[in-house]
């Protein structure tokens, strides 16, 4: 009995060293960073479309 309350604490002491470490960090994650990077340098994919006349709009591209 007594190693199962023993590995019930080491699990209670875990979860709440996760906690606290949760609490302390702040901001994005490296994957939200990352992904966000990724965002900023890719194309929209719209903008493709734009410049192809295929998104319906009226007009083209004046950037050539």
């Known amino acids: ?3 199962k309350q023993a590995a019930k604490q080491r699990r209670r002491e875990n979860r ?3 906690e606290r ?3 302390e960090r702040s901001g994005e994650s490296p ?3 990352a992904e966000a ?3 900023q340098n890719d194309p929209d ?3 493709k479309e734009r410049r ?3 998104d319906g709009s009226v ?3 004046t950037a050539g």
């Open 1 to 3: 009995m007594g190693d």
């Open 16 to 18: 709440d060293e996760r």
């Open 21 to 23: 470490a949760k609490t």
């Open 31 to 33: 994957a939200q960073k």
């Open 37 to 39: 990077i990724r965002r």
């Open 45 to 47: 994919p719209r903008d």
């Open 52 to 54: 192809e006349g295929l």
């Open 59 to 61: 007009g083209g591209d």
